[in-house]
Every structure is written in structure tokens, then in C-alpha cells.
């Protein structure tokens, strides 16, 4: 199944909007992925489902800010107007006949 | 709406078995196109899921787990299970049930149980 992979932290400030990655293994660029955000101390929350066409498709009540891309192997999350509580962890999750992956998790901070 | 509530003892000793319960609110386990699933997260550390199960039984275990875990579902009350094998410290974990689209994402998690291994 395929292995995912994001950068340990990003850093952007209050306001402004951040790109997030999130890198398929070879042999897998065709994959749909799935993004979370886990703020601290609580349980993860889907984001968005997101295709190798870039098409995606949010959650019940997440906003527009958040929003989705892919080139090649990567699949983005992009967070526009930052705010304070998007400070987080963010996960990507992939998924191969029933069986499924998250990535190691991208911890955001807010300036 | 749908909502997720694990259960089960915070505290385990090593090599007994773990115990957790997992109660769907809101909405029936008999749902076609939707899987119930395990997903635990150790202190500080990533997610890792363990595995998944539909209501008719189907099962799918994550492969180093495979011979330790055990998912259940009782349909007549709603609730799914896992049972977890020969507990060591490197199971301690914040232990997440979930609902999972069949071939899609995890859409809902449940608040999480805390289990420490400890003798």
C-alpha cells in the first residue's frame, strides 16, 4: 500500500495562507488521499477528500479556506487567511483495498 | 448526528488483553458503503491504524497486528470491539474508533480512550 510522506513543520502567519504536502510513494500517484487537522488535545477531523485530478470535496461544515491540490505525487492542503485555531497537526491518509496509511503528520504553527 | 464513543479500561497490564468498545450514536452500524475502524496514536507521535470491520463482519487488519487483533461488531446494539492480544508499552496509545467510506476516507472519529500498559 502506499507510504506518505509531509515535512515535520510549517510556519506561516496569521492572515496569510500555507501549502502543505503531502507525498505519495512511487507506484502510487494515482492515489485519492484524505486530509485531517488534529488541533491540540482533541480528535482528528476530516478535511477534505482529494483526487489525483485535484478535484475535492470538503467535509460537513469546514470551511473555504481550506482547499485542495495535486501535481503528480504530491496532494496539497492549502489554508487561506490563516487563523489562530488552524494552528495544528495535519495528517494525510491513504487507503488500498480496505487497507490504510496516514502520513507522519505536518505540525503547522500560526505567527 | 453521527457520533463515536469508545470505552474500555484505561489501564492494562502487559500481556493481557485489551478490551475496547466503540458506540454509534445517531446512527446505525447497518450502513452500506461504510466501515467501522481502529486507529490508535501514541503520546506525541503519529496515527497508526490497526484495522477496520463492516457490519456484516468483513474484516481488514493492519499486517504486523494480524494474529493479536481481534475486530467484532454487534449489530443488535450498535456497537463495534477490539481485542488486543499480549499488550507490551509499545501499545500504550490513544486509541481512536472511527467510521471509514468503503474504498474512501476516514470521515468521523470518536473522542479517544487512553491506554497505558502497565504492571
Known amino acids: 500500500q502506499p507510504v506518505l510522506t509531509q515535512s515535520s513543520s510549517a510556519s506561516a502567519s496569521l492572515g496569510s495562507s500555507v501549502k502543505l504536502t503531502c507525498t505519495l510513494s512511487s507506484g502510487h500517484s494515482t492515489y485519492t488521499i484524505a486530509w485531517h487537522q488534529q488541533q491540540s488535545g482533541r480528535a482528528p477531523r476530516f478535511l477534505l477528500e482529494?483526487?489525483?485530478?485535484?478535484?475535492?470535496n470538503r467535509g460537513s461544515g469546514i470551511p473555504d479556506r481550506f482547499s485542495g491540490s495535486t501535481s503528480g505525487s504530491d496532494r496539497y492542503l492549502t489554508i487561506s487567511d490563516l487563523q489562530s485555531d488552524d494552528e495544528a497537526d495535519y495528517f494525510c491518509?491513504?487507503?488500498?483495498?480496505?487497507?490504510?496509511?496516514f502520513g507522519g503528520g505536518t505540525r503547522l504553527t500560526v505567527l | 448526528q453521527l457520533q463515536l464513543q469508545e470505552s474500555g479500561p484505561g489501564l492494562v497490564k502487559p500481556s493481557e488483553t485489551l478490551s475496547l468498545t466503540c458506540s454509534v450514536s445517531g446512527g446505525s452500524i447497518n450502513t452500506r458503503g461504510y466501515y467501522w475502524g481502529w486507529i490508535r496514536q501514541p503520546p506525541g507521535e503519529g496515527l497508526e491504524w490497526l484495522g477496520s470491520?463492516?457490519?456484516?463482519?468483513?474484516?481488514y487488519y493492519k499486517s504486523s497486528l494480524k494474529g493479536r487483533l481481534t475486530l467484532s461488531v454487534d449489530t443488535s446494539k450498535n456497537q463495534f470491539s477490539l481485542k488486543l492480544k499480549s499488550m507490551t508499552a509499545t501499545d500504550a496509545a490513544l486509541y481512536y474508533c472511527?467510521?471509514?467510506?468503503?474504498?474512501?476516507?476516514?470521515?468521523?472519529w470518536g473522542q479517544g480512550t487512553l491506554v497505558t500498559v502497565s504492571s
Open positions: 491518509e491513504a487507503w488500498d483495498s480496505g487497507v490504510r496509511s
Open positions: 470491520i463492516y457490519y456484516r463482519g468483513n474484516t
Open positions: 472511527a467510521t471509514q467510506r468503503e474504498d474512501g476516507s476516514t470521515l468521523l
Open positions: 482529494l483526487e489525483d485530478s485535484g478535484n475535492y
